[in-house]
């Protein structure tokens, strides 16, 4: 591994210093290093994607209407040009439609949150968030507000279909959403 040469004298009845010189073997070191390169390598665990489970309901042919009370419930419809119209209670054509950007999830969230409190002071029960897509839409919002969903702890959310009342509603509040 490690070497020292030592030199001669030069004459004989002198005295001196012999002048030592050192070499070392980097062989080993090198490998070591490639040993526990590879060793880390091999036993590190990379970030896994995280995935959100989403139950779909099952494909029967028997149809089973649930009621929703309406003072649980917010509705959001997923229009163009990344636009959030959200309702509170029934779909009734007095309804309150307010628009929100799909690019503020800030504003989404604080919706959210607000109208979860105040379920919860009114019924002692959580909210049920509605999503309903416009079919010009993008897939992308969709995936953001279930993102919210998700940070907001919403434990009762449903994608459903859109209904003409729906469109009417939107239309009367805000005719270019369609």
């Not at 049920?128 to 940070?151: F, G, P, R, W």
């Amino acid at each position: 591994m490690a070497e020292i040469a030592q030199g001669q004298g030069r004459a004989k009845g002198k005295n001196t210093r012999s002048r030592t010189s050192t070499k070392i073997d980097m062989t080993p070191m090198v490998d070591l290093a490639f040993l526990l390169i590879t060793f880390f390598m091999l036993t590190t665990t990379f970030n896994k994607p995280q995935t959100m489970e989403i139950s779909m309901p099952d494909k029967s042919d028997k149809k089973v209407e649930q009621f929703v009370p309406e003072s649980r419930t917010i509705t959001f419809i997923l229009g163009k040009n990344d636009q959030v119209y959200w309702y509170a209670g029934d779909n009734t054509p007095g309804a309150k439609v307010q628009q929100v950007e799909m690019r503020s999830t800030a504003a989404i969230r604080k919706v959210i949150l607000e109208n979860t409190k105040q379920v919860l002071e009114k019924t002692n029960k959580d909210m049920i968030v509605i999503i309903k897509a416009l079919d010009n839409s993008k897939y992308q919002n969709l995936v953001d507000i279930l993102d919210e969903m998700h940070i907001t702890n919403q434990s009762m959310y449903a994608i459903v279909n859109i209904y003409e009342a729906d469109k009417e509603l939107l239309a009367n509040n805000f005719p270019n959403s369609l």
